[in-house]
């Protein structure tokens, strides 16, 4: 398995910026992607943004043009740029990884983080 440690969310107007943050804890698991999801009460978990290790990027097509999603391989971090944020927007955002070890696939989750747009 692997630690996902998340920071980075908020309170912000519609209209304005988040930068989150995710780190995963060393690992001797390959991690071939990492990506942010987020639900909402009553909803089921979407994604968002995913990167693999060599940079192929996909998105929500909610958010695309207003997220990017970028990683530090050396540092085992993703990071997920919101701009123009939305009150449809707000929900609870998690980190994703996807592992490999031995031919087997695996996934971790980060705790979560609020992101809260609101005026």
């Known amino acids: 398995q692997v630690q996902l440690v998340e920071s980075g969310g908020g309170l912000v107007q519609p209209g304005g910026s988040l930068r989150l943050s995710c780190q995963a804890s060393?690992?001797?698991?390959?991690?071939?992607?990492m990506g942010w999801y987020r639900q909402d009460p009553g909803k089921s978990r979407e994604l968002v943004a995913t990167?693999?290790?060599?940079?192929?990027?996909d998105y929500a097509d909610s958010v695309k043009g207003r997220f990017t999603i970028s990683r530090d391989n050396a540092k085992n971090t993703v990071y997920l740029q919101m701009n123009s944020l939305q009150p449809e927007d707000t929900a609870v955002y998690y980190c994703?990884?996807?592992?490999?070890?031995?031919?087997?696939?695996?996934?971790?989750w980060g705790q979560g983080t609020q992101v809260t747009v609101s005026s």
């Open positions: 060393r690992t001797i698991f390959s991690i071939t992607a």
């Open positions: 990167i693999t290790t060599g940079g192929s990027t």
């Open positions: 994703n990884a996807k592992l490999t070890h031995f031919g087997g696939r695996y996934d971790s």
